[in-house]
């Protein structure tokens, strides 16, 4: 089973900008597609982004402001996040489509002070 981890999540101002990362225990090439989700406080775990070989998809509300990217040879996908605003504070969770299942990371905490 594919392990994933993510990391860069943090404390920053409205307006600035996170680099999230998510590595992957093996290689990302094989999987239908990676992703961000987020779940903030009290709300349910919503999509964010999606990446597959070919396209990227966002969710409207990070439409313009987040990219998604990967880097199949460090077997890692981005969630390069500015113009935050505080309602993008979240735990911010990586995942993988395997094609039989979806895996999950331990989330990372991202903080947006207004």
């Known amino acids: 089973q594919v392990q994933l981890v993510e990391s860069g999540g943090g404390l920053v101002q409205a307006g600035g900008s996170l680099n999230l990362s998510c590595t992957a225990s093996?290689?990302?090439?094989?999987?239908?597609?990676m992703g961000w989700y987020r779940q903030a406080p009290g709300k349910q775990r919503e999509w964010v982004a999606r990446?597959?070989?070919?396209?990227?998809n966002y969710a409207d509300s990070v439409k313009g402001r987040f990219t998604i990217s990967r880097d199949v040879a460090k077997n890692t996908v981005y969630l390069q996040m500015n113009s935050l605003k505080p309602e993008d504070t979240a735990v911010y969770y990586c995942n993988a489509d395997t094609g039989s299942s979806m895996v999950w990371g331990q989330g990372t905490q991202v903080t947006v002070s207004s």
């Open positions: 990446i597959t070989s070919g396209r990227t």
């Open positions: 093996r290689g990302i090439f094989s999987m239908n597609a």
